[in-house]
């Protein structure tokens, strides 16, 4: 269901290596790749709805050198949605304090009440992206209550609150970035990974070639500014495990069967 890769860290580093890496593993994830670079002064959002190895557009930009201190990647297998761009990772949108979040999602939303409302309002059809809208919501209606722009801490409560409730029951690997922290969850065992190397701060589904790897902190939030871990969110007891039963239905429901 889904890879993501990521990097927050100090300074702009060349990735081509790594990503090339994680784009390879397009043939289990053909449904769809996505790019995200967030540098001071610069966004570029690039993504397709083709699969990453097949991809001329990513073999155009992976022929120059990428470069990124923060970054955010993912690769596709749809569970959720059809083969359309509107469908395709990560995604982006803006709160009422002009702030931009990109997230992206590896899991699949079984327990879906706060998520619901926005399914009449997103572009597309996956689950991920109502999880984003519903983010911007919580961020937008807090900063309504203050009257001003949520600072880091404020912004990184609403997001631990939302994650901590979203995650029973539903499987939540995220990768969101908010222009200051980047914020990192799982809850499903071996899924997740981190590597800590030289000012920065990688994270894969699961490991790849070069460096040493160890597993994401499990089954809470964590929110990164550049390569410090900076906040702690609450430790939840909300493990996924794998339930044939919950995604046959979720697939008869999406289907109309």
């Not at 702009?12 to 593993?25: D, I, P």
């Not at 931009?100 to 996956?126: D, K, M, R």
């Amino acid at each position: 269901m889904c890879e993501l890769f990521g990097l927050t860290g100090k300074k702009n580093r060349q990735l081509n290596a790594e990503l090339g890496e994680f784009f390879s593993h397009a043939e289990e994830n053909p449904n769809g790749w996505g790019l995200a670079i967030f540098d001071k002064g610069r966004e570029m959002l690039d993504k397709e709805e083709k699969r990453a190895d097949k991809s001329r557009r990513l073999k155009k930009l992976m022929s120059s050198p990428v470069e990124a201190a923060n970054l955010i990647a993912h690769i596709r297998l749809a569970t959720i949605g059809y083969d359309e761009f509107e469908n395709t990772h990560p995604f982006t949108g803006t709160d009422i304090s002009y702030r931009t979040w990109t997230l992206a999602h590896n899991g699949t939303i079984f327990e879906s009440g706060p998520l619901s409302p926005f399914f009449y309002v997103q572009n597309g059809f996956t689950d991920s992206e109502r999880i984003l809208l519903y983010i911007i919501d919580r961020i937008n209606r807090e900063t309504e209550t203050k009257g001003r722009a949520l600072d880091a801490k404020e912004r990184f409560e609403v997001l631990d609150g939302i994650i901590t409730r979203i995650s029973y029951k539903n499987k939540l690997n995220l990768l969101i970035h908010d222009g200051e922290i980047t914020y990192v969850h799982t809850n499903f065992r071996d899924s997740l990974y981190q590597r800590v190397e030289d000012g920065s701060v990688f994270f894969s589904s699961r490991p790849l070639s070069t460096g040493a790897w160890e597993h994401v902190p499990f089954m809470r939030l964590i929110g990164y500014r550049e390569d410090e871990s900076v906040f702690e969110g609450t430790a939840h007891d909300h493990e996924y495990f794998p339930d044939e039963c919950s995604l046959n239905a979720l697939y008869l429901a999406y289907s109309g069967l």
